[in-house]
């Protein structure tokens, strides 16, 4: 089974995006800060990242460099999550090693179609 990880100060975002990688067929992992989030990486690199943009008195920016660094950190793909469209924001995510972006608030097909694009679902899980 693929893992997905959730790093988001939000409970309600981890929770609401946990039960979308669910339906997708992923176990997931929801955690609220970058120091858990790194040693949970560090012990076992998930599949996908749903990384919060703005985590309070964290860089997140520095926290996707920092989680690219780590072993397997070249494989995982991870979706910077922000609530803005602010195109340098976006940007420097990107060049920071962010695989895509996801605008909140995201909603299951919007999920369901950026992982079939970056092929990350099981058979199984693209009939949902």
């Not at 992992?29 to 008195?57: F, G, Q, R, S, Y």
């Not at 979706?79 to 340098?88: T, V, W």
Request: overall charge negative.
């Amino acid at each position: 089974m693929k893992h997905g990880l959730i790093v988001d100060d939000s409970a309600v975002i981890r929770r609401v995006a946990g039960r979308t990688l669910e339906l997708m067929g992923f176990a997931s992992t929801e955690l609220d800060d970058d120091a858990k989030a790194l040693d949970h990486c560090a012990e076992a690199m998930p599949d996908v990242i749903l990384l919060d943009w703005n985590i309070p008195e964290v860089d997140s920016i520095e926290l996707l460099r920092k989680l690219r660094r780590l072993p397997g950190g070249n494989q995982v793909r991870i979706y910077y999550c922000a609530s803005e469209n602010d195109p340098m924001m976006i940007g420097r995510a990107l060049r920071a090693g962010a695989d895509d972006v996801l605008l909140k608030p995201f909603d299951h097909r919007t999920v369901l179609e950026k992982f079939e694009e970056a092929g990350l679902l099981a058979q199984q899980a693209q009939a949902l």
